[in-house]
């Protein structure tokens, strides 16, 4: 194969040079670049529009799954679950949650977290539309100062939020009853407030309980306000009866408390937020004037105290003075006997009133009143209960007596109780029914009753005789009777009749007879005239 011949050099065109561009934007470059700018305007908006990231502590993970468990305010959805991790000491777990810049100023001290899930707590059902949406994280926006990247959630939705208009206050009770944390509050049967947490004291010796009354209901508690538990049917059983109270089938149902101001500070200025208030066990107690003093005293009783029991009330002529605190039994060695002591917690302002300068004190007036005549005895409340209570009262008639003081204790002297003494006097009049001759008496009634018995037969063999021998003799008398009495009606219809002769007869003498005493009234004329014609005689009148 041969090789081509080389070209001539003249017949090489010669090379032109251009000049270099410095810069030159080609079209197809154009769209690159618009998409790179786009693309970091995104990445620093999304930078820039991307909020809080924070961490909440729960006690278990039920319900949240990363990038799909919410977090909502007010049902507006303001973030998400992005990754849930265990704590250092594997107690809790630790769930990361993105959070919209708008969430930022959320995020305090006070602001709480928990789980929305469905749930019945009293009578209150939330929750219910997670059964199909899945559980969220609900949020409870604080009102502090402080900024938190970190929060422990709450095991239980809170009972109120933060934003609820209203006011705290709080309880202070020896146990907790029937009450739980939702239970209700009411205010003259309205309910009005719930029970939101509770915890026992440091010292166990009680319960203190935070309640929320709503706005504006919390006015009407004032610093005098009394609060009680309403929780169930209450019913006593004691020295006045029975007694049943209730304050709602919810109440009777899951527990609650009632509350309720004395007349007198019903115009009284509302009572501070987080204000500690006494709950009491019953409205009666509750509702009972406070007692600034009290005074122990003993009584002996010289009977059974059946049915007298703590608690039971001390009666001063209707007005409840104090109440039983105690009841023991001792053996008296000097008497070689069992002794049954009652102890009393007496009130001696409801006795006095209110002391004044100069007025004897609680001891001088007992002392006082007991030499007057002042006694204590048992007497029965209730016939229905059988309950007990002591009854202090004027017993003039009693032998006088004095406080007595022994052992460290204050006696006041009793006297036997009315049930008691009624028992003494119908055990004596059975006895002196016992020591009644009743055998002779009843010997003697027997007696009189079988001569009764021969009277009685004696009386109905005189009447058969009647009936047989009186009655047929009477009844002869008697139609002879009728038959008289019909001759008689014969004669007189024959004497009185119109034409009958005797009429004609008995006329003509009744004629004469009025003739005659005319004749002797002109006399007795005459004679009135001329009382002097007796002696002289008749003589003629002078002619007029």
């Known amino acids: 194969m041969q090789t081509p011949p080389l070209p001539d050099r003249e017949s090489i065109p010669e090379a032109l040079a251009t000049p270099h561009r410095r810069w030159s934007l080609q079209l197809v470059w154009l769209i690159p670049i618009i998409a790179a700018l786009i693309g970091g305007w995104l990445a620093i908006k999304a930078v820039l529009d991307r909020g809080p990231v924070i961490r909440i502590s729960f006690s278990t993970a039920e319900g949240l799954e990363p990038e799909k468990t919410r977090v909502k305010y007010r049902s507006v959805d303001i973030g998400r679950v992005t990754r849930i991790d265990f704590s250092e000491d594997r107690t809790r777990v630790i769930a990361t949650v993105e959070l919209s810049k708008q969430a930022q100023p959320f995020l305090v001290a006070d602001t709480r977290f928990w789980v929305v899930r469905p749930r019945l707590v009293g009578t209150q059902v939330s929750g219910l539309g997670t059964l199909l949406s899945g559980a969220f994280i609900g949020m409870d926006a604080g009102t502090s100062a402080d900024s938190r990247s970190e929060f422990s959630g709450l095991d239980v939705p809170p009972i109120v939020t933060i934003d609820l208009p209203g006011r705290h206050f709080e309880l202070r009770a020896d146990d907790l009853g029937s009450l739980d944390v939702g239970s209700p509050i ?11 947490a509770y915890k026992l004291d440091a010292d166990g010796r009680g319960v203190t309980l935070r309640m929320f009354i709503n706005a504006p209901y919390d006015q009407h508690v004032k610093a005098d306000t009394r609060f009680w538990q309403a929780s169930g049917i209450d019913v006593a059983l004691d020295a006045g009866g029975i007694r049943l109270n209730t304050e709602s089938v919810t109440s009777m149902l899951l527990g609650g408390a009632a509350f309720q101001t004395p007349a007198e500070s019903v115009q009284a200025p509302p009572a501070k937020e987080n204000a500690l208030f006494a709950l009491y066990p019953d409205h009666g107690k509750a509702m009972r004037l406070p007692d600034t003093a009290e005074v122990t005293y003993h009584l002996v009783f010289a009977e059974s105290v059946r049915g007298l029991s703590v608690g039971a009330p001390i009666d001063f002529r209707g007005v409840v003075v104090g109440e039983v605190s105690a009841i023991d ?21 409801r006795i006095r009133g209110k002391a004044k300068p100069g007025d004897p004190t609680s001891a001088a007036l007992i002392e006082k009143l007991v030499a007057r005549g002042l006694r204590a005895q048992l007497r029965n409340g209730s016939l229905l209960t059988g309950q007990l209570f002591v009854a202090l009262d004027f017993f003039p008639d009693e032998p006088k007596a004095a406080v007595l003081k022994r052992a460290g204790r204050v006696e006041i002297p009793t006297v036997a109780g009315s049930l008691q003494e009624l028992q003494a006097r119908v055990l004596g009049l059975v006895r002196k029914f016992e020591r009644l001759p009743l055998e002779g008496t009843l010997t003697d009634a027997r007696k009189a009753l079988q001569m009764l018995e021969s009277t009685l037969a004696t009386t109905e063999n005189a009447i058969k005789r009647v009936d047989s021998e009186l009655t047929p003799q009477a009844t002869r008398t008697l139609a002879d009777l009728s038959r008289t009495l019909a001759g008689v009606e014969r004669s007189l219809d024959g004497v009185l009749a119109e034409n009958a002769p005797m009429q004609h007869d008995v006329r003509e003498a009744l004629r004469e007879i009025s003739r005659a005493a005319e004749s002797l009234r002109n006399l007795a004329d005459y004679l009135e005239r001329n009382p002097g014609a007796i002696l002289r005689g008749r003589s003629e009148e002078p002619a007029q």
């Open 329 to 349: 039994v001792e053996f008296d060695a000097a008497r070689s006997d069992v002794r049954v002591p009652v102890a009393l917690r007496l009130y001696p302002e």
């Open 186 to 196: 009411y205010f003259r049967r309205i309910q009005v407030g719930s029970i939101v």
